[in-house]
């Protein structure tokens, strides 16, 4: 069974930074960042393909940037100017073909 793995999240202040880090144990064409807060639903953040193409929400395009690196099946987050409402847990997310697999989640709490 595939494992994704997430690291790096953390208590950070407002206009912080954090990167997170998720390893997966397989391979996929789509791997990615879901988020979700308190009393709310999950939702996307950003996604990068296998090739290198990315689209983000739009409420963090210009502060947050994802990459991978194929040959470690690695996914990074790289999220800047951090805002009290990007608190959540953040799950990293893989697909290939009709498959797809979540990470246990990793907390990001902003907060002065």
């Known amino acids: 069974q595939v494992q994704l793995v997430e690291s790096g999240g953390g208590l950070v202040h407002p206009g912080g930074s954090l990167r997170l880090s998720c390893v997966s144990s397989?391979?996929?064409?789509?791997m990615g960042w879901y988020r979700q807060a308190p009393g709310k639903q999950r939702e996307l953040v950003a996604l990068?393909?296998?090739?290198?193409?990315?689209s983000y929400d739009n409420s963090v395009k210009g502060r947050f940037t994802i990459s991978r690196d194929n040959a470690k099946n690695t996914v990074y987050l790289q999220m800047n100017s951090l805002k009290p409402d990007d608190t959540a847990v953040y799950y990293c997310?893989?697909?290939?073909?009709?498959?797809?697999?979540w990470g246990q989640g990793t907390q990001v709490t902003v907060s002065s």
């Open positions: 997310y893989a697909r290939g073909g009709s498959y797809n697999t």
């Open positions: 990068i393909t296998s090739g290198g193409s990315t």
């Open positions: 397989g391979s996929f064409n789509v």
